[in-house]
């Protein structure tokens, strides 16, 4: 079998090495940091422990297929709570919404909170995003897509229901009048818009076929790991550790190694150089391009890719818990459309924005001291821009930020927080490397083709593949989980000539 080397010990990272291990593949796996885990990173402050980026884990299935793929049961690997209610909604007119898995219970009470005709088209919403899920299932997962021809290519387009599901699509519509289609009240809709928040993208400017998230969170529901979401780059360790791929911590990649068409290894920057037969890169795939293989040129000479949004993280050590928090929150904007339009269009921090809260505590109180509360709390702020100095900024905004969640949500929290910490776009770009401080890798605007992001198989150098948030599928934990296996598959189907699936794991599966 082939000796891979895995760029980055991110999760898309740990899901390529453990997968391409179960296969019977020699793997080695490069870390820049001292930890494993990438984004999904821990901060430890005054007693107090904080996830710092990835907070809510939904579709766990996909967890399930990697450690399936080493007869491992995932429950064996991590103790995980099942969160319901999902999620509280804030609005700003002070009311207040719950988000339930059960389609039939969300029926009753939006009936009760705004009408029959809101409860009638969140259902008719939901039963729309479940063909949406299984046109991605059937189409769009579980192998490397970079376009729509990749998805129907001839032979496909002659299947029946084929052509159902092309147009089931609405290629050319957004997200928000999709939604917006279903849903007639504003605040609804700004809830479900949310869904694809997990993409760091604007709903109006996002194709219509993510709408198949809000399914896919309603069937598997979203789950808290006990010990936090550090818990799944841990159990990957593990796994990975077990079925022997050889981890290198503090190992900083200088270049990827290759000829005129094909992959030789790669030269860390301590001048060490690895003869390899294939890497899978789970570093950003622009800054793969322009940093590890020497210039974009002719990866955007294909397509131009605009960077996904970043965001201002607060994590925030509170001496008490909060008592009309659930574990996550939205406070809601006014303006969704003004705020949209100051963050992916005018590049500014949004004057009103949006707050994602997560309150762990009250999941698992030793996050905190007792009695208090690790709250982490992230705004969605404009990718890096030239004139964005965040270091001046921070001070100004974290105020605007903690007014937002006083003035919504009735959160007075000045005089609770015992410690604090925080990161900017800049602190993001600088930590991890993503493109201009990208929290979610690559923007899915684009109403027809946003959905797309760079294939897991490099066009132009045989034996590169490519895993992460700005790769396919895209970013969010499940997605980018699933990237990794995917490329890990690729790599596994071309290594013995195939580019059939060689091992297709039922979801669930434990063996």
């Not at 010990?9 to 001292?34: I, M, P, Q, Y």
């Not at 009753?108 to 009408?115: F, R």
């Not at 030269?267 to 020497?294: F, M, P, Y």
């Not at 000045?414 to 929290?439: C, F, Q």
């Amino acid at each position: 079998m082939k000796r891979v080397g895995v760029i980055g010990g991110g999760l898309g990272g740990l899901a390529s090495a453990c997968t391409l291990a179960a296969r019977g593949h020699s793997v080695v796996l490069f870390e820049k940091n001292g930890w494993l885990g990438g984004k999904a990173a821990v901060l430890e402050q005054d007693g107090f422990r904080f996830d710092m980026g990835p907070t809510i884990l939904t579709v766990p299935s996909v967890l399930k297929r990697i450690f399936a793929e080493a007869g491992r049961d995932l429950n064996d690997a991590l103790d995980l709570v099942r969160l319901d209610p999902q999620w509280r909604s804030f609005f700003d007119d002070g009311t207040t919404l719950d988000l339930v898995a059960s389609v039939d219970s969300m029926h009753q009470t939006l009936s009760e909170y705004s009408g029959s005709a809101t409860a009638d088209g969140y259902a008719r919403f939901i039963d729309y995003s479940k063909r949406l899920h299984r046109i991605s299932e059937n189409w769009f997962f579980w192998r490397s897509i970079g376009g729509l021809r990749d998805m129907f290519d001839a032979r496909n387009m002659t299947k029946a229901g084929t052509l159902g599901d092309v147009l089931a699509m609405r290629m050319g519509r957004s997200v928000a009048s999709t939604v917006r289609s279903f849903v007639p009240d504003a605040r609804v809709a700004q809830m479900v818009d949310h869904f694809t928040q997990y993409v760091g993208s604007a709903p109006d400017a996002s194709p219509a076929v993510l709408c198949g998230i809000a399914h896919m969170q309603t069937q598997e529901g979203v789950w808290y790991p006990r010990g936090g979401t550090a818990a799944i780059p841990a159990a990957l360790q593990k796994l990975a550790e077990d079925l022997g791929v050889e981890i290198h911590l503090g190992a900083d990649v200088r270049r990827i190694t290759h000829t005129s068409a094909k992959v030789t290894g790669v030269e860390l920057k301590s001048g060490a150089q690895i003869k390899l037969d294939a890497v899978v890169s789970n570093s950003d795939v622009v800054r793969t391009h322009r940093d590890l293989l020497g210039g974009v040129k002719k990866f955007e000479r294909r397509r131009k890719y605009e960077p996904a949004c970043s965001g201002v993280v607060l994590y925030l050590g509170l001496r008490r818990r909060q008592p009309q928090l659930l574990h996550h929150n939205f406070v809601f904007s006014a303006d969704p459309h003004e705020e949209f339009d100051a963050i992916y269009r005018r590049g500014e921090p949004a004057e009103d924005p949006t707050c994602y809260v997560c309150a762990p505590a009250r999941t698992e109180s030793g996050v905190a001291p007792a009695g208090g509360e690790a709250l982490y709390v992230l705004v969605h702020t404009p990718y890096l821009r030239g004139h964005h100095d965040w270091p001046r900024m921070l001070p100004g905004y974290r105020e605007v930020i903690l007014e937002k969640l006083r003035r919504t949500a009735g959160l007075e929290l000045e005089a609770e927080v015992v410690t604090e910490s925080s990161l900017t776009p800049l602190d993001i770009h600088n930590r991890y490397r993503v493109l201009k401080g990208a929290i979610y890798g690559l923007a899915s605007h684009g109403k027809w083709t946003g959905a797309f992001k760079p294939g897991n198989r490099s066009p132009d150098l045989r034996g590169l593949y490519f895993a992460g948030g700005a790769a396919h599928p895209g970013p969010g934990m499940p997605m980018v989980l699933m990237s990794g296996w995917i490329a890990a598959d690729a790599l596994d189907m071309d290594s013995a000539g195939s580019r059939t699936v060689r091992r297709r794991v039922p979801v669930g599966a434990s063996s």
